[in-house]
Structure formats: structure tokens, C-alpha cells
């Protein structure tokens, strides 16, 4: 069966790891974006020099209507989507009491309803065929705390929840659904920490670094193919949980 995969937020950082390694096992693969148009048309031409067939398509993942025209095109120019790896995030640091109402909203929309509409979007075909494999990306803190990070923490804590539900829901149904929950890895999103935070980070770390997009995209593989494993959390943190 043709492998097809859908990584959202992979113009940069572990998105765009996970969508290399998965070309690399021969996966056709679509990188979704928000905004980093030219930072994916070069992964995808990246990729068509080795071989991949690779498109790559803007939307907002907590855009229902996005993700459908998204999908649609997933469909026509590479086929059914197999493997759907929802990656999409944002971050930010602040008190709680600092927060608005349309700052924690958002932060609920990419992360938790960006996988319900990505899902939603291609769980009819897997259904059909009684096959499918659905990757989250969490994070450490999809089951810790961490203060300054409320709306972050909710909405991965929440997206934990979806996959351990659902994974429970659609085992019968040949789909498996897994998670990454990886801890402080060096991407754009930890380079906005500053350079005072990282260091503090880098102590709290036993392995004494931060890990490397290429370090999750190995665990997405592993997951992808690991036929007999579904509703679990895998944790890449360099000892930091421990
Ligand atoms: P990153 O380097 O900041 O990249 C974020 C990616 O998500 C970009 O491709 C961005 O597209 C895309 N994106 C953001 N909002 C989107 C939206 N609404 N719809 C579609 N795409 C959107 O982030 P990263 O560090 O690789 O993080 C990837 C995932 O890992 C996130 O879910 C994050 O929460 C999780 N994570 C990261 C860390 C870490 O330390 N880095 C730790 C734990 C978990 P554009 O390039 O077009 O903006």
C-alpha cells in the first residue's frame, strides 16, 4: 500500500524533521505551513531531489474549512492520507492573570482543535480501509505542570486526552493513535526563550542539551511503523521528567 503522510507545521523545526525522515522511508508526504511559504517550497524541493513525491499546502490548522480543502488536495495529487502526524503549535510565556480570553482560545484552536479538524479530515478513508496512523505531538507538558505556560499546558493536556480516547476508540478499526511528548528541543520555538531561560534549561536537563528535532522525528518512525502499539505517550526529554 502507497504511503502517504500529512505533517502539519513542518516548514521548520520537528515538523520538518519528521517530514524528511518519513520521505527517507519512502513515504509521499504533504508539509502544511501557516505562513513560511518559501521555507517549504524548499523542503519540498528537498525532497523531490531524493526521490519523494512531496507537496506542500498553507493552512490553518484550526481552520476547519482549511484543513478540508487541505485534505481534498492531499487526496487528488498524492493520494489518501495513511499517516497523519499533527504537529502545528505555537507557544508562549505568561502569567495566567496576563492571558486573555482570545490568547488561551487560540492556544486550544492549533493545538487541540487543529487535531480534531486534521482528524476529522482524513479518519473517513482510514475507516474505509481499516488501517490508519494518527501522531500527536504533546509535549512535556501534556502531563506537567509548568507556571507561565497555563494555555499550553491545557491544550496538550487536553490533545493527550484526545489520543488516549480515541486510540481506545478506533483499535478495533485497524488506526492507531500515539503521541511524542518531547521536552526542550532547539527550534525556533526554544530560540524565543532567550538566551538567559535556555541556560537555566540546559541545568535542568540530566543530559545537559536540548534535543534535536532529528531525535523526535525518530520516535514519529518508530511509532508510524510500531504495528502493536497504540494510546501511548513517548517521552524525548533527555532525563528532564525523571
Ligand atoms: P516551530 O519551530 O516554532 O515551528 C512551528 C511550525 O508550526 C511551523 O511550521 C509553523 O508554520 C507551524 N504552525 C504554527 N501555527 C500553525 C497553524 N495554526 N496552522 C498550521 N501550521 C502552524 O515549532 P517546533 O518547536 O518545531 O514545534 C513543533 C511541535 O512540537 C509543536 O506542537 C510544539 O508545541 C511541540 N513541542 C516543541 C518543543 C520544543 O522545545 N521545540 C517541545 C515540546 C513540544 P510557519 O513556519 O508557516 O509559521
Request: with cysteine; net charge negative.
Amino acid at each position: 500500500m502507497k504511503k502517504i503522510a500529512l505533517v502539519t507545521g513542518a516548514s521548520r523545526g520537528i515538523g520538518a524533521a519528521v517530514a524528511r525522515s518519513l520521505a527517507g522511508k519512502g513515504y509521499a508526504v504533504c508539509i502544511n505551513y501557516l505562513e513560511q511559504q518559501a521555507k517549504a517550497e524548499a523542503l519540498v524541493k528537498e525532497l523531490q531531489a531524493l526521490g519523494c513525491d512531496a507537496i506542500c499546502h498553507p493552512a490553518d490548522v484550526a481552520d476547519p474549512a482549511a484543513v478540508r480543502k487541505m485534505v481534498d488536495r492531499v487526496e487528488r495529487e498524492l493520494g489518501e492520507v495513511t499517516l497523519l502526524v499533527n504537529n502545528a503549535g505555537i507557544s508562549q510565556q505568561q502569567l495566567f492573570q496576563h492571558t486573555s480570553y482570545e490568547e488561551f482560545h487560540r492556544m486550544v484552536d492549533v493545538h487541540l482543535f487543529g487535531a480534531y479538524n486534521c482528524i476529522q479530515a482524513v479518519l473517513p478513508p482510514m475507516l474505509r480501509k481499516h488501517a490508519g496512523c494518527i501522531i500527536n505531538t504533546s509535549s512535556i507538558w501534556g502531563s506537567h505542570g509548568s507556571s507561565c505556560e497555563v494555555a499550553y499546558c491545557a491544550a496538550k493536556h487536553g490533545l493527550e486526552g484526545l489520543s488516549k480516547a480515541l486510540a481506545q476508540e478506533l483499535a478495533p478499526s485497524g488506526i492507531r493513535v500515539n503521541c511524542v511528548a518531547p521536552g526542550v528541543i532547539r527550534t525556533d520555538m526554544l530560540e524565543s526563550l532567550g538566551e538567559e531561560t535556555k541556560a537555566q534549561l540546559n541545568e535542568e536537563i540530566p543530559m545537559g542539551r536540548p534535543g534535536e528535532p532529528e531525535e523526535i522525528a525518530e520516535a514519529v518512525l518508530y511509532l508510524a511503523e510500531a504495528s502493536y502499539v497504540t494510546g501511548q505517550t513517548l517521552c524525548l526529554d533527555g532525563g528532564f521528567l525523571n
